[in-house]
């Protein structure tokens, strides 16, 4: 049993949990076990209004894995002291972006999941937060596998989803990709996951849809079938139906376990500026 020092409350759904009572500047192994066992239970944590640097945001996360580098942090998401932070910002200096992202809205996705090890967990850190927009909706994938319909979940049960790694949801090539030459989308780079994936602490099933219908691909099916079939999917998870709403406020943090949520952001006012600094930690190959 644990011994509570640390108080969960739920918050709005299912998927999120308030938490309270835990120090950032004095905190000890037992109560990491803590958080990361409400972690695992909610799969979305908030902590309220806490007033911490980079380098505590930077401490804290370490203990929950190794840091993943994103591939916006060895672009514009760079952070100029710490290389472990993706800057999250709309923000500009002489003309030039100093974070990644910008004000546009952000759809529904998991975070990587074209790598072959998509990470376990992210920590988000609203620094400054325009005064309106900008909002981030969180969802179980949990949920979403376990109240398909039977006869859905007979056609998933099993199966491996292709997603290519060439061009970011914006269309834009990635870091370090080339043009492909074939028109067809499953002969380029990509990466093949199931698309229920085991939980490889809870052991829990997820479905796992990745970060778009578009360009994914049900391996085996014919190519009009597995759209079909994902744009179903993709219905179902994302009716919004039990959905945790963050409207941030300046020192919010938002800790999540990528391999059983997905998450979108709402756009804002270009003219405000939005700044979130987040740390990336490892996860296992889904299976």
């Not at 580098?69 to 200096?93: D, F, M, R, W, Y």
């Not at 006012?269 to 190959?285: C, K, L, V, Y």
Request: net charge negative; hydrophobic share 35%.
């Amino acid at each position: 049993m644990l011994k509570k020092r640390l108080k969960a409350e739920q918050a709005q759904s299912n998927v999120c949990a308030d938490i309270a009572g835990f120090d950032f500047n004095d905190y000890d192994a037992h109560d990491i076990d803590e958080v990361r066992h409400y972690w695992l239970t909610y799969g979305v944590l908030r902590f309220k209004n806490t007033r911490i640097t980079d380098a505590d945001q930077v401490a804290f996360s370490r203990n929950f894995g190794e840091f993943v580098i994103h591939p916006k942090q060895l672009q514009e998401g760079g952070h100029p002291t710490h290389p472990e932070i993706l800057v999250i910002s709309n923000a500009t200096q002489d003309g030039k972006p100093t974070g990644a992202m910008g004000n546009s809205e952000a759809t529904w996705h998991t975070d990587t999941w074209f790598y072959e090890r998509p990470p376990a967990g992210a920590i988000l850190r609203a620094v400054k937060i325009p005064p309106s927009g900008g909002d981030t909706y969180f969802l179980s994938t949990y949920m979403a596998y376990e109240t398909l319909p039977a006869a859905l979940r007979k056609l998933v049960d099993g199966r491996q989803i292709f997603f290519q790694n060439v061009y970011d949801k914006t269309g834009k090539l990635r870091l370090g990709k080339t043009e492909p030459t074939s028109k067809d989308f499953r002969e380029w780079s990509g990466m093949v996951h199931p698309l229920v994936r085991t939980h490889g602490e809870t052991g829990r099933k997820a479905l796992y849809l990745g970060g778009t219908a578009d360009k994914a691909w049900i391996v085996g099916m014919p190519l009009d079938e597995s759209e079909a079939l994902l744009a179903e999917l993709w219905d179902h998870t994302t009716n919004e139906q039990e959905v945790f709403v963050q409207q941030w406020e300046e020192g919010d943090i938002m800790m999540w376990d990528n391999r059983c949520t997905m998450h979108r952001r709402d756009s804002f006012d270009p003219a405000s500026i939005r700044i979130m600094h987040r740390t990336t930690t490892s996860g296992e190959r889904p299976i």
